[in-house]
Structures are given as C-alpha cells and as structure tokens.
C-alpha cells in the first residue's frame, strides 16, 4: 500500500517562493509517474505539473517558468518548487501518484500567498 506525505507549504508574501516535498512510502516509486494538483477554495483540483519515471516533465501554463517539478528516486521523493507566487496560486497542493486507472493521493499541504 502506498502511502503519500507532503510537507512544506504555510504563508508566503506575493514574489516569494516554497518548496514542496512529497514522500512516497511503499513499493514502485522510480517507476511511477508522479504529480503535483492543487485545489483553490470552491474550485475543483487541477494538474500543475507531473513527472515521468524518467525525468520528463509537464507543467500547467499558469505556472510555467515559475514552477518546477523534481524527483529523487534515493530519496523517494517528489519535490515542487514555487517561484515568483502569486495571490492566485493559494489553495492546496495535494502529491499524486499516476496509475493507469487510478490516482494515489497525499492528504494535501496548504499555501496560502498573502500580503
């Protein structure tokens, strides 16, 4: 069974930066494809950047260029970097991982970019 814990989220002001960290425990890590959704109050969860067994990745263009997705597979763990956030960017950030008809899902880290 596997098991998700992100961590690394809390307040930040507008221009400032986060790292997220995920851990992933159980078996099949470096072999997953891994992502990062976030969840803004009363909207649904969107995709904001996933990452291939191998290292490639995607990333929303609402966040392209200030976000960016990375994986160590010593570490099993998935990380997401935050840059130049936004007001907009508030919600919470939840680690996935991608099967093939199903989602494992971490229980969420809030962010929350004010002034």
């Known amino acids: 069974q596997v098991r998700l814990v992100e961590s690394g989220g809390g307040l930040v002001q507008p221009g400032g930066s986060l790292r997220l960290s995920c851990t992933f425990s159980g078996s099949g890590f470096s072999i997953s494809r891994m992502a990062w959704y976030r969840q803004a109050p009363g909207k649904q969860r969107d995709l904001v950047a996933d990452?291939?067994?191998?290292?490639?990745?995607n990333t929303a263009d609402s966040v392209k260029g200030r976000f960016t997705i990375s994986r160590d597979n010593a570490k099993n763990t998935v990380y997401l970097q935050m840059n130049s956030l936004k007001p907009e960017d508030t919600g919470v950030y939840y680690c996935?991982?991608?099967?093939?008809?199903?989602?494992?899902w971490g229980q969420g880290t809030q962010v929350t970019v004010s002034s």
């Open positions: 996935a991982r991608l099967r093939a008809f199903s989602i494992d």
């Open positions: 990452i291939s067994s191998t290292g490639n990745t």
